[in-house]
């Protein structure tokens, strides 16, 4: 990754939260045809046990593939000693990269965390959203859970006052909430949080929420207009919650709005020519 940035290659990871080749084939069945995903010229696998159970959570996942350590189960960025260790957003940020996220959970859930947090438990998640809001590592963030960035008095669910909204927007962010501004945006530094928690399931999204493919063609538009590399991660989150459920229409229309994004990011590679597109499962 390192030798990646020292040539100023764009990289768009997407990772299918709980996916792995049975939630595709479901969805390439039950579509009648093969996803977007199955098209990809290589495919490795992976082991995801963390570093205390063979059974990880999304938590070590997102470490070992964003840092490339095994820890704990729950911990987000940090050995399991906590000694915290820089995701490769955190080293690509220091290198001059643009840095975004698009996923269809709170963007202080682990996957996302993993871009930018540090912390022993995934469900200290304020402390998330602060680490988020001061760090100032990601400058395009899409997905929802409001609820972490503003005090109790407001209808969150932070206990230290903090409204960490108005800290990133006087960090020069632009706060934006609906797809109708989704779709106007142009600032570079912007937080969309579509949601008080997490998106609804795509199999009953209303308009009102974007898709994740919407989220990742805008986060590309906005990462790449000024000539910048970049790396985004987007995240299809709910695969995994609807696999829990043994729901296999809500895994395959989750697969499907995934693989929407993965479509969209391999069309703007192939347009750019200097762009790396990996697509994972963390578990």
């Given at each position: 990754?390192?030798?990646?940035?020292?040539?100023?290659?764009?990289?768009?990871?997407?990772?299918?939260?709980?996916?792995?080749?049975?939630?595709?084939l479901l969805?390439?069945i039950l579509?009648?045809?093969?996803?977007?995903t199955?098209?990809l010229?290589y495919?490795?696998?992976?082991?995801?046990?963390?570093?205390?159970?063979?059974?990880?959570?999304?938590?070590?996942?997102?470490?070992?593939?964003?840092?490339?350590?095994?820890?704990?189960?729950?911990?987000?960025?940090?050995?399991?000693?906590?000694?915290?260790?820089?995701?490769?957003?955190?080293?690509?940020?220091?290198?001059?990269?643009?840095?975004?996220?698009?996923?269809t959970?709170?963007?202080?859930?682990?996957?996302?965390?993993?871009?930018?947090?540090?912390?022993?438990?995934?469900?200290?998640?304020?402390?998330?959203?602060?680490?988020?809001?001061?760090?100032?590592?990601?400058?395009?963030?899409?997905g929802?859970?409001?609820?972490?960035f503003?005090?109790?008095?407001?209808g969150?669910?932070?206990?230290d006052?903090?409204?960490?909204?108005?800290v990133?927007?006087?960090?020069?962010?632009?706060?934006?909430?609906?797809?109708?501004?989704?779709?106007?945006?142009?600032?570079?530094?912007?937080?969309?949080?579509?949601?008080?928690g997490?998106?609804?399931?795509?199999?009953?999204?209303?308009?009102?929420?974007?898709?994740?493919?919407?989220?990742?063609?805008?986060?590309?538009?906005?990462?790449?207009?000024?000539?910048?590399p970049?790396?985004?991660m987007?995240?299809?989150?709910?695969?995994?919650?609807?696999?829990?459920?043994?729901?296999?229409?809500?895994?395959?229309?989750?697969?499907?709005?995934?693989?929407?994004?993965v479509?969209?990011?391999?069309e703007?590679?192939?347009?750019?020519?200097?762009?790396?597109?990996?697509?994972?499962?963390?578990h």
């Open positions: 990754f390192v030798t990646i940035i020292s040539f100023a290659l764009n990289i768009i990871y997407l990772v299918g939260d709980g996916m792995s080749f049975n939630q595709l969805a390439s579509e009648g045809r093969f996803l977007t199955m098209t010229p495919t490795g696998i992976t082991t995801t046990y963390s570093s205390d159970s063979w059974v990880t959570d999304s938590a070590p996942a997102g470490t070992a593939l964003f840092a490339g350590y095994k820890t704990l189960n729950k911990a987000i960025g940090v050995l399991p000693n906590g000694t915290p260790m820089p995701s490769i957003f955190e080293i690509a940020k220091s290198a001059g990269y643009n840095i975004g996220l698009a996923v959970c709170r963007v202080t859930h682990a996957t996302p965390a993993s871009v930018y947090g540090h912390v022993k438990n995934r469900d200290d998640e304020v402390t998330l959203a602060k680490q988020l809001a001061e760090s100032g590592i990601v400058d395009v963030i899409f929802g859970g409001w609820d972490m503003v005090p109790t008095a407001q969150g669910r932070r206990t006052g903090l409204n960490l909204i108005e990133m927007k006087s960090k020069g962010y632009e706060y934006i909430t609906k797809v109708e501004e989704l779709s106007t945006t142009q600032s570079s530094k912007v937080l969309g949080l579509f949601a008080k997490h998106l609804d399931p795509v199999s009953n999204r209303s308009s009102a929420q974007p898709t994740l493919d919407v989220m990742t063609k805008k986060a590309i538009e906005l990462l790449s207009k000024d000539g910048k970049f790396m985004l987007v995240e299809g989150s709910q695969i995994d919650w609807e696999a829990h459920s043994n729901d296999f229409y809500g895994v395959w229309k989750e697969v499907v709005e995934f693989d929407n994004a479509k969209v990011a391999l703007f590679a192939a347009k750019d020519g200097n762009t790396l597109v990996i697509v994972t499962g963390d």
